[in-house]
């Protein structure tokens, strides 16, 4: 029989970072820069899950990434994106950026806008190190949905569920589950709220149940080490 083993993480028992007094400021889910846990440095393929807000006019200067596959969900606000590729975009609410590091790229992250920008990134390890980096928005729509990584073996879905929705959960090595909004409740009655995440271990059967409406973001993964040695 198959043991499925979770951890919760809140909202509240993130790292802080950023830099406040610029208008950023960073709460990561997993070991980061001078936060180091040795029993919290990546997930699955999952290397970090950050929850950014930038104050209008602030952002991050130029500064570069590799062998990193990095996806960005928009939850408030207009995010501006530059990378040395030569991709200039707009991204907002509801969509989904890309940016494959690969063998090496620079990029900016800005709020070029009015008003807050709040956003979850998270970044993943590839199967295989280098190439050539690649970016993409995806647009998804309003409803539910989902978006493969093959380059990391991992699988994105987008629920926005109703209050009282059940939403089952991928049977996976390893499935992430952040709340963005709303609140929901996990299999044996623990419930989650924005900014809380479950971590399952050997998922099978496992299920979410809406107390509000909601929206989640949820990373099938797979065992990256089950195909070492052959």
Same mark, same amino acid.
């Given at each position: ?5 979770? *951890? ?10 950023? /830099? ?26 999952l290397l970090a899950c ?55 790229? *620079? ?12 956003? #979850? ?16 928005? #995806? ?13 990391? /073996? ?7 569920? *109703?209050?009282?929705?059940r939403i089952a959960l ?8 952040? #709340? ?21 271990? /050997? ?28």
């Amino acid at each position: 029989m198959t043991r499925i083993r979770t *951890r919760i993480q809140r909202a509240g028992e993130r790292y802080p970072g950023g /830099d406040p007094a610029a208008g950023i400021e960073t709460r990561h889910a997993l070991s980061f820069g001078p936060h180091y846990d040795p029993d919290n440095l990546r997930f699955g393929a999952l290397l970090a899950c950050n929850e950014e807000r930038l104050a209008p006019g602030a952002g991050f200067d130029e500064h570069p990434h590799s062998h990193t596959e990095i996806v960005t969900w928009v939850v408030e606000g207009e995010l501006t994106h530059h990378d040395t590729t030569g991709h200039t975009t707009l991204v907002r609410p509801g969509e989904l950026q890309r940016l494959s590091s690969a063998g090496g790229v *620079r990029h900016v992250e800005r709020n070029d806008g009015a008003a807050p920008l709040v956003f #979850v990134q998270m970044w993943l390890a590839p199967l295989a190190p280098g190439g050539e980096p690649s970016y993409e928005v #995806v647009r998804g729509g309003a409803g539910s949905w989902s978006y493969a990584l093959p380059e990391a /073996d991992a699988l994105l879905h987008v629920h926005r569920p *109703r209050a009282g929705e059940r939403i089952a959960l991928p049977a996976a090595d390893f499935t992430y589950a952040h #709340v963005v909004r709303g609140g929901v409740t996990l299999g044996g009655g623990e419930e989650l709220g924005p900014g809380d995440a479950a971590r399952i271990t /050997d998922a099978e059967g496992d299920t979410l149940v809406a107390t509000a409406d909601a929206e989640l973001l949820v990373w099938e993964m797979r065992d990256w080490r089950k195909g070492l040695g052959g």
